[in-house]
């Protein structure tokens, strides 16, 4: 047998290897066995260099060190979920579907245990893998395709008795079993070095590695649950998309259940829960997914998450530790918050020293003072929290914790609005705000200020050098210089990264703002929707809520930052420093809906709602979610929901999808 063909043969042999072990769950080989074909077939290909082949099996071993990470933008956002806390949470999630979904109370749901790991995607053309990304801020995220390429159950090639389409989006999890972990970190502590907190840790610190030759070695694990885009038709459900994955060799958890009714979604929640201390990987909840695909179209999203979709989560982790000193720290907006500073525990797996004690209502109910001994936990297994002080251990009659009247960063009066149970700083030039504001503003989310950090953020602050951030634009070497430990060439660095952000993107600028409950995705809607900084400015409340993805909090909040004249003026500094306040004009195809607003009811046959609301904005129309007054034109669907009814009251023009779609010029796919 020719070199050639044998190396072929080795190749397709363990690849089905690999899909009999990482998708299937059943291998028919021992770990011998396949090590002595993989070792044959690296032989072969170190004799016949001619022959190689980036999709070859033995090519998860990593590449030479980058310099830094390029990126990847989503061609569909990957959103995050809402999270559901109890049951009564969830019977409230499950309420709100079966009411969109104007149907009885039975729903079919898909459930699956909710992995503690690493969001990613993995896109294959003509079914070879070729980029590979981080989630990121949901629409943008890092290229890691060279450390993807690694993981043993992300395939280099997929399927193609599974019906491999022209281009495929995967998503997943990858994470690291427990098992490995710990000897990981053994493995670690005999070299000298630091041990990962926890298994999550060591799935981001591994993927993130510049040398993929250090990812190889990690023993990271991958489970896919659903896709992005898609050349070809998709599975009409989510349980036949799951299959679909896997008969192209992408593993997913065995574990994924279909359930009928909310029901059998309970009892597999405390099938789930129960096992948890015996699975092989970390989770912290069920991740519960409505079924058939046309329902999730029909359900659609709001700004952060599906409507179709929830995490369900179990309760978390606890542990006991004292409160050595209650501190005050003051947020961007100006709302101190209460920080326990406690003898160090491990809570899940994570050491934890400090906890927020949110405000004083909470302080009050839970009666915490210094001193006290206390639970914590990991409040969705993420942000550290007291529970309750144990008041047996209590020593003494030590004093109540009260906020200070006057913030102990400025020392501008604190005041509490009447209804609200947030304490805040009253100065309009408070250090810790104007800290906190440039923090955001330069984050990876927002203007992505590389060289940037919290530290060098206040010693401009405390320096006089920024007052908010405009001045960060006005900026010289010369001033930089004066800095602290602040070299020539990191300075150079530095203003050539702020003149960089000068053209970070409408979105991006929006979310950099701060504006309250604006988050990276309300950012991209409010962007793609207006065009720019000006016309966001002057929208009302009311014709903000009705944008679909912007609930009636958001919109408020919005229309209160731009009534300010504080902010229209920091905006109007902005602009004169060149940062670009719009949209670039190549997203927009046309003004053909300019100044319309739609709503969608019903089944599209042509595209999915996703498409159609981005066909609208495209064509500079609004989509909204709610029909109104203001509403320009409802698109009916099959099978039309309440909005058909409502719009018909209020005499709102009806059209079907085909004259929607002449509208815009549309020619198909």
């Known amino acids: 047998m020719s070199a050639r063909n044998e190396i072929a043969k080795l190749r397709e042999l363990i690849e089905y290897h690999n899909w009999r072990y ?66 009564d949470e969830f019977a409230a999630f499950h309420e709100r579907v079966t009411k969109l979904l104007e149907r ?26 070729i980029v590979g990304s981080t989630r990121g801020d949901g629409v943008t995220g890092e290229n890691i395709t060279e450390n993807l390429r690694t993981v043993r159950s992300i395939p280099l090639r997929l399927r193609a008795a599974g019906g491999a389409p022209a281009r495929l989006q995967g998503r997943g999890e990858v994470f690291m079993r427990s098992t490995d972990f710990d000897r990981l970190n053994a493995m670690r502590r005999e070299q000298g070095e630091p041990e990962f907190a926890n298994p999550r840790n060591a799935a981001a610190g591994s993927l993130r590695q510049l040398d993929s030759r250090v990812t190889a070695a990690r023993p990271l694990d991958a489970y896919f649950y659903t896709v992005g885009e898609i050349e070809g038709d998709r599975p009409g459900s989510q349980s036949a998309l799951l299959e679909w994955l896997r008969d192209l060799g992408l593993s997913t958890n065995p574990l994924n259940r279909v359930c009928s009714g909310i029901q059998e979604v309970g009892k597999y929640y405390d099938d789930i829960l129960a096992r948890r201390q015996d699975l092989e990987y ?87 003072r210094r001193g006290d001994a206390v639970v914590i936990q990991r409040a969705g297994d993420v942000i550290p929290e007291v529970v309750t002080s144990i008041k047996k251990r209590r020593k003494g009659n030590p004093p109540r914790f009260t906020m200070p009247s006057a913030c102990p960063a400025c020392g501008a009066a604190v005041v509490r609005a009447e209804g609200e149970a947030a304490h805040r700083c009253t100065g309009s030039s408070c250090p810790a705000q104007t800290k906190e504001r440039i923090a955001h503003f330069v984050s990876r989310g927002g203007m ?58 409408l979105s991006r600028l929006i979310f950099a703002l701060g504006i309250r409950h604006v988050g990276e995705t309300a950012a991209g809607i409010l962007a793609d929707t207006y065009g720019s900084i000006g016309k966001i400015s002057k929208a009302s409340a009311e014709e903000l809520e009705e944008i679909e993805g912007i609930g009636s909090e958001i919109a408020s909040a ?17 602009e004169a420093a060149g940062v670009n306040t719009r949209r670039n004009a190549a997203a927009k195809k046309s003004d053909a809906l300019a100044g319309a607003s739609f709503v969608l009811t019903g089944t599209l046959s042509s595209m999915s709602r996703d498409e159609a609301k981005k066909l609208i904005l495209a064509h500079g129309g609004r989509a909204s979610s709610s029909v109104g007054k203001k509403t320009s034109y409802v698109v009916i669907g099959e099978n039309p929901g309440s909005k058909a009814q409502k719009a018909g009251k209020l005499g709102v023009p009806m059209i079907s999808e085909d004259e929607f779609l002449e509208m815009v010029g549309w020619q198909g796919r």
């Not at 519960?288 to 989560?313: F, M, T």
């Not at 326990?340 to 302080?363: F, W, Y």
């Open 448 to 505: 992505d200020i590389e060289g940037l950090g919290a530290k060098l953020a206040d010693q401009f602050v405390e320096a006089g050098l920024v007052k908010n951030v405009a001045d960060l634009y006005a900026l010289t070497k010369e001033k930089l210089l004066e800095l602290e430990r602040m070299a020539d060439r990191s300075a150079s660095n530095l203003l050539e990264s702020i003149g960089k952000s000068r053209s970070a993107g």
């Open 282 to 368: 970390t989770i912290d909840g069920v991740v519960i997914k409505v079924n058939e695909a046309s329902l999730q179209d029909r359900l659609g999203h709001v700004a952060r998450s599906p409507r179709w979709a929830v995490a369900y989560k179990f309760p978390p982790e606890q542990a006991e530790t004292v409160i050595e000193d209650i501190i005050v720290q003051v947020g961007r907006t100006g709302v101190l918050t209460p920080v326990a500073v406690m003898k160090p525990v491990r809570v899940g797996g994570v050491e934890i020293s400090r906890a927020t004690l949110h405000n004083q209502d909470e302080i009050d109910a839970k009666d915490v």
């Open 558 to 574: 919005i229309h209160a930052f731009f009534s300010d004249e504080v902010n229209i003026e920091l905006i109007e500094r902005l």
């Open 22 to 87: 990482y998708v299937k769950d059943d291998p028919e080989i021992s770990d011998a066995e396949y090590d002595a074909l993989f070792r044959k077939l690296q032989k072969l290909e170190e004799e016949n260099p001619q022959l190689a082949d980036p999709s070859s099996p033995t090519q998860k071993v990593g590449a030479p060190p980058i310099e830094a990470f390029g990126t990847v933008t989503h061609a569909v956002p990957m959103l995050s979920l809402g999270n559901a806390f109890d049951r």
């Open 104 to 129: 009885e109370d039975h729903v079919e749901y898909v459930c699956e245990p909710k992995l503690d790991g690493v969001a990613f995607e993995a896109e294959y053309v003509n079914g070879e893998l």
